[in-house]
């Protein structure tokens, strides 16, 4: 029966061993997928000013491009305007960009519909977000204009005639990119020359944003920008471009670990239920190894490992059966996301550090299990004796 027990303790460990395993892998799988969108669209490093909108740039910025750390530095312009196609109109953001961000942007492995272009020949073109471009029934193979607007500057607005007070610009639709909803739903991209005419800013921009090669210690080149830039400038990395989305996919992957952990913890108490019942069993057998010379450190210790190590035996099977069908699912894709998404199945990713913390996570509350009883329960045995 004792035996049956400790079976039935070290299977429970499997199982939870195996349910933090796949959970977290995929946890994981999500977690690479919403940053890789992220990464997509936002720069390696971005350089914004400490205070207002925009900026000049000083001749630091222009030198960085010979930096052979660096593979881009594209200036920005990015304002919030009114745009109206075919009659239906939408808010957006526009960005605005040159030839190089448009050569270098991972975007262009984005585009749905029609070609990641703002030029063509010399007519300026718009490349917009699938959502906003769905908002606004935009095709790229229609020819209609896509109109930009925005308050005049030093412009007195008159109730009777509001568009008096607003400047525009005419584009053309010539692609849709997916990312991501929050920047489809928002974003388009148009040239930089024709934001500096409609927001008259003949120099200034938003932000730089900074492409490095791959290998680069951003982090260094961080500190040297920042050094170089002055208190005028903040340079922001990936993570502290969107850091609120990076802590909160944090916080969710240790609650996550948190509960499945505590379930963990309440499938060892078996263990400590299973070992106590073993040794009142084997209490004869206690008398008879300590008529024969054992110390009473040496038979606690035989307790500890045999109770210590079902813990042992249910984290392989466990570690086993969460590898294995973390193979299957990114082997075959055993299940699917329902609906369309940009995966066609469940991501997995598993980590060597999941697996190292969940290994110490569950020899540390089985070695805990075992020792429990043996100080409570053996004492009262040995005592009884």
């Known amino acids: 029966m004792i035996n049956v027990i400790s079976w039935i303790s070290a299977a429970g460990i499997a199982l939870g061993t195996m349910a933090l395993v796949v959970v977290m892998s995929v946890y994981n799988g999500f977690d690479n997928l919403v940053k890789g969108m992220y990464h997509t669209f936002d720069a390696d490093l971005l350089v914004k000013p400490a205070e207002g909108k925009v900026f000049i740039q000083p001749a630091y910025f222009e030198e960085l491009a010979n930096d052979e750390r660096i593979s881009a530095c594209c200036p920005v312009i990015e304002e919030n305007v009114f745009l109206q196609y075919r009659g239906m109109q939408s808010v957006a953001v526009l960005k605005a960009v040159d030839s190089v961000f ?32 769905n908002n606004l029934g935009i095709n790229v193979a229609f020819i209609d204009p896509l109109w930009v ?16 007070s607003l400047k525009r610009e005419k584009l053309f639709p010539s692609g849709i990119f997916a990312v991501e909803q929050n920047y489809d739903s928002r974003y388009l991209f148009v040239p930089l020359a024709m934001a500096r005419r409609l927001f008259d800013y003949p ?66 108490c ?34 500890i490992t045999e109770g210590w190590l ?53 020899l540390g509350l089985g070695l805990l299990a075992a020792y429990v009883p043996v100080r409570s329960v053996f004492n009262k045995a040995i005592s009884a004796a």
């Open 102 to 133: 448009m050569a270098v942007s991972p975007l262009r492995e984005r585009t749905v519909q029609g070609k990641f272009n703002v030029y063509f020949g010399e007519v300026e073109e718009a490349v917009v977000g699938r959502n906003l471009a």
């Open 203 to 268: 120099k200034e921009i938003s932000y730089l944003e900074i492409r490095v090669h791959e290998g680069v210690n951003t982090r260094r080149l961080q500190r040297e920008i920042t050094a170089g830039a002055g208190p005028d400038f903040r340079v922001l990395n990936r993570y502290q471009q969107n850091e609120t989305v990076y802590k909160m996919m944090t916080t969710e992957k240790i609650v996550i670990f948190l509960l499945l952990g505590f379930i963990v913890l309440i499938i060892s």
């Open 310 to 362: 079902i813990s042992v035996l249910g984290l392989l099977t466990g570690l086993f059966l969460g590898l294995f069908l973390c193979w299957l699912q990114t082997t075959f894709g055993l299940i699917s996301l329902p609906g369309s998404f940009m995966v066609s199945s469940y991501p997995v990713d598993v980590q060597l550090t999941d697996l190292l913390i969940i290994s110490v996570i569950v």
């Open 149 to 164: 607007y925005f308050p005049e500057r030093d412009a007195v607005f008159s109730p009777l005639d509001p568009m008096a």
């Open 270 to 303: 078996n263990v400590l239920g299973s070992l106590s019942m073993l040794i009142l069993e084997k209490k004869d057998d206690v008398e008879i190894l300590e008529s024969m010379g054992a110390k009473e450190k040496q038979i606690r210790t035989i307790f």
